[in-house]
């Protein structure tokens, strides 16, 4: 493989050539990072050591290392530009867009961060970026240029959006993946009751309601007009993950969508009585990690069929996945994989026809008339001839570009 392919692989960067994989750091990341350890470094005196213990101030997991590991970072999206390395990284509940020189530079650019969206995924072609941006308990797509000028919001509504990704014969036209959000359990909220996620969540939780999810379909639209159209919508699948081929045809994954059930309201007598039990859960759970932390064995016994378990089921992108199964399933294949044969690769061609074309698939980039794809355990290129080759040996590949 000559070719250059970027991916994502458990929210971390990578580049490959085929025979050469190299992961690409985040200079965003290591900062914040250094920041944090310096933190717990100059705060150690106040909760460390047997000072601490004396005044009882003293804290568990409050050193540098400790303060580190409890970092959330993940990548969830990559781009090559105009020379420049773009992605979009969370970190601690917070993201941005950023941009790197080459995939040394350490001088990384911010496009796009601040403290009112939570930014997701993104596309860039044609000078200007596609992205996603969350607030409130809903996510929308946004425009800028590639420098993060004339940023605004271009879809609004109860949705998550998600997926954009630019038109390859169309200039002005986006082709995304929405769900709708529908409210259960109760009436609708009033407005200044979502103008925030705290309020929202904190009203939710009063009223006894929750928030479900409906089936994604896929949709078109048109900058220039203004206007969206539906390209696959189906109450019994979720479509995610368009992309747009030369041809005109649209990509995307179709995966089995499961109604989400209600919060059920419970009793308050039956809350009270429970108390005392679920305390009980609750510091048993926090001996048994302090025992596997310090001294590498679980309080439970049979630990190891449960382990077995836990590593039979893997939770990707919102789905809970029994590997083992679809490694079974998947059996016949020269690389067989862990994502389910239900979550299908589908090809819709400019007259409105549409076909399965792999199955398995978790994530993929068009090349021409191949594809390269992830089936959750590698990232295959599959030929106009149906032949497929390995690229990487690599789990979770939730992004694929190049």
């Not at 000559?2 to 490959?16: D, F, N, P, V």
């Not at 601490?52 to 959330?72: C, I, L, M, N, P």
């Not at 959000?181 to 969540?201: H, N």
Request: proline share 3%; aromatic share 10%.
């Amino acid at each position: 493989m000559a070719r250059q392919l970027l991916y994502i692989s458990k929210g971390k960067m990578y580049i490959t050539t085929g025979e050469k994989t190299r992961q690409v750091d985040s200079s965003v990341l290591a900062r914040y990072l250094e920041r944090v350890k310096t933190g717990a470094r100059r705060n150690a005196w106040k909760t460390g050591g047997e000072g601490a213990k004396f005044t009882g101030a003293y804290e568990t997991g409050a050193t540098a290392s400790d303060r580190v590991a409890a970092v959330s970072a993940r990548v969830s999206s990559m781009a090559l530009a105009e020379g420049a390395l773009y992605y979009v990284l969370t970190v601690d509940g917070a993201a941005g867009i950023y941009r790197k020189r080459s995939m040394t530079d350490n001088e990384e650019g911010t496009i796009l961060s601040d403290g009112e969206y939570l930014y997701g995924e993104m596309d860039i072609y044609g000078g200007r970026i596609a992205y996603t941006a969350a607030f409130a308990g809903e996510a929308h797509l946004g425009v800028c240029d590639t420098d993060g000028k004339n940023a605004r919001m271009v879809t609004e509504g109860e949705s998550i959006e998600s997926s954009p990704v630019w038109s390859k014969t169309e200039p002005d036209v986006i082709y995304y993946s929405s769900a709708g959000l529908a409210q259960i359990d109760g009436e609708a909220l009033s407005e200044a009751q979502v103008q925030s996620l705290p309020a929202l969540l904190m009203a939710m939780a009063e009223a006894g309601r929750t928030v479900e999810l409906g089936p994604a379909g896929i949709y078109r639209l048109d900058l220039a007009e203004g206007e969206i159209s539906e390209i696959a919508e189906d109450h019994r699948y979720n479509y995610v993950k368009p992309q747009s081929a030369a041809d005109g045809s649209v990509y995307y994954i179709r995966r089995p969508y499961t109604e989400a059930k209600g919060a059920k309201r419970g009793s308050c007598l039956t809350d009270i009585l429970l108390l005392p039990v679920r305390l009980i859960k609750a510091l048993f759970g926090f001996l048994n990690i302090f025992s596997m932390k310090y001294s590498g064995s679980t309080l439970r016994s049979g630990g190891s069929a449960a382990k077995k378990k836990s590593e039979a089921d893997l939770y990707i992108e919102g789905n809970l996945i029994n590997a083992a199964e679809s490694l079974r399933q998947n059996g016949g294949e020269d690389y067989p994989g862990v994502i389910p044969r239900s979550w299908e690769l589908m090809k819709r061609t400019p007259d409105g026809r549409e076909e399965v074309v792999r199955r398995g698939v978790l994530s993929f980039c068009l090349d021409g008339e191949g594809f390269y794809f992830s089936n959750g355990s590698y990232v295959l290129y599959h030929a106009p001839d149906g032949k497929e080759t390995k690229i990487v040996k690599a789990d979770e590949v939730t992004f694929i570009g190049m």
